[in-house]
């Protein structure tokens, strides 16, 4: 398949009929991953602090440092039920994200992950980002490799994508400036691939970035991608969603009518139905993005339904269950995995299980609840039931894309 140029993955985005643009996204698939089946994982995501310096217009969980009565950060005492569960549920991964911590230099993250590790071996840690790797290098006045390379030594296994939203220094100057610049996000990933440290790739649009800053976004991980050291896996998957905008500053500023001139929100004139928007932009990554091996369904903010939707628009995975979130969700983002037809409803009852006598609590080993959502083995369930009604097999992975040995 011919490499897309920037000019030929714009027109493609903007103007081919969704279904021959989904329907060369779904081919480009099968060249990545030739089974019909259907990834998904199960993991914890933990916000070690909410306390940051950041201050992103978009961000409804952090608190300023100078805000004691919001700001908390977890004790290792909080992880060890948090660790239990999460084995219990048969998950043995924690996604670790936080704040940019004033405070908090390299020390504080290697003792961090140390006693985790200690605590239990088997855990993997998918922890942090590049705005904490570069934050921690600026605080304790490491290079960006020093930081990782000890952070590996401490027990950092894989780094996510985070921070990434649109890699233009025009939309980050505005969004995020204290964050890293488009720049220094993608020297945090060239170090951590070239220590074989395996990574993702986020794009968070529909805000005030343009359709061809998008493509710039996918093109210039694309180049870094190629850029990987031999036999090293690089990013191994990109995950895109919309900007969840409720209660945001950016919100309110849009509102106000007070975004500076010049900016709009969203950036473009909408052109589609978010869910057309989604699968859009789920295809033309896929198609950019032709040396990352995975494109990952984000259904947390679009909803179960639009996220198995894009199982036929190139996406090959369907992330995680998700046992705990915060950060997206204090921005509005409130799907649960119930929103399919006979699914869990908010009292842990399954409507189908009720219909067929059976009570779905009796299966769950320690109930858990966030955001209105359901834990395994519950969730589990009905993700298999819903990659299954798509007519892919659904098959779980560990955060490396390998298949898992038990599944319940
Ligand atoms: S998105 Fe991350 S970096 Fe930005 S304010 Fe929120 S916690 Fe801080």
Known sequence: MKRLDKDEALS????????????????????????????????????YTNVCLSGCKFCNFHCRPDEPEKAYTLSFEDYLPKIAELKTLGG????????????????WYETLFRQLKEAEPTLRLNALGPPEIAHIARISRLSYREVLQRLQVAG????????????????????????????????????????????????????????GERIDHLLALRTLQDARPTGTPGFRAFICWPMQLSGTELQRLADAGRLPGGIALPGEPRRWTPDEEFLRTVAIARLVLDNVDHIQASWLTV??????????????????????????????????LDEMPGRVGQDGRNEQDERDGRDGREEQPGRYRQGGGLACPAAVRMMREAIASTGFTPWLRDQLY???LSVF
Not at 22 to 47: F, K, L, M, T, W
Request: proline share 6%; net charge negative.
């Open 12 to 47: 493609l985005y903007r103007d081919a009929p969704l279904d021959e643009l989904c329907g060369q996204a779904q081919a480009a698939r099968y060249a990545h991953v030739p089974e019909q089946r259907v990834s998904y994982q199960i993991d914890r995501n933990v916000n």
């Open 402 to 404: 390998q298949p898992r």
């Open 156 to 211: 950092l296994d894989t780094l996510p994508g985070a921070g990434a939203e649109i890699l233009s220094d025009r939309v980050r100057r505005f969004l995020s400036p204290a964050k890293p610049t488009a720049r220094q996000w993608l020297d945090v990933m060239r170090e951590a691939h070239a220590l074989g440290m395996s990574t993702t790739a986020t794009m968070v649009y529909g805000h005030i970035e343009t359709l």
């Open 303 to 336: 909803g179960l339904p639009t996220g198995l939707r894009a199982l036929h628009a190139g996406a090959d995975d369907m992330g995680s269950i998700m046992i705990e979130e915060n950060v997206v969700s204090a921005a509005g983002a409130h799907h649960t």
């Open 92 to 107: 043995d991964q924690l996604l670790l994200q936080g704040g940019l911590h004033p405070r908090y230099g390299i020390e």
